[in-house]
């Protein structure tokens, strides 16, 4: 017989996580007088940004990471992806587009 624990987490102390899941990636960035762009070590775009509306793409491989390591909706994933946007870069984000990247 298995047996399962559950635990309760603080909503600050899940965030807190998940921040530092979001800073672990190593990202060279590309900053213009349009847009952010975040590019990994496989020269893909994993986060883009645009100054004029305020869009934040995100690609599916970190959304899909978050919805399994913290078992949210793609949605929430979402929304945790732009409050660390604005609140490690203090650029207002409008929208939050998750997207399968392009290299």
Known sequence: MMM????IIKES????????????????IREDDDEII?????NSFDWN???????LLVSND???GIEGLFNISGDD????AGEWF???YHHPVEEIINWDGWA
């Open 4 to 7: 399962t624990m559950k635990y």
């Open 13 to 28: 102390r899940i965030k807190d996580l998940m921040w530092k899941y979001f800073d672990s990636y190593k990202y060279k």
């Open 38 to 42: 975040f590019v990994n070590s496989d």
């Open 49 to 55: 940004y645009t100054f004029y509306d305020g869009r």
């Open 62 to 64: 970190i959304i899909k």
């Open 77 to 80: 994933a979402l929304e945790y």
């Open 86 to 88: 604005e609140d490690k």
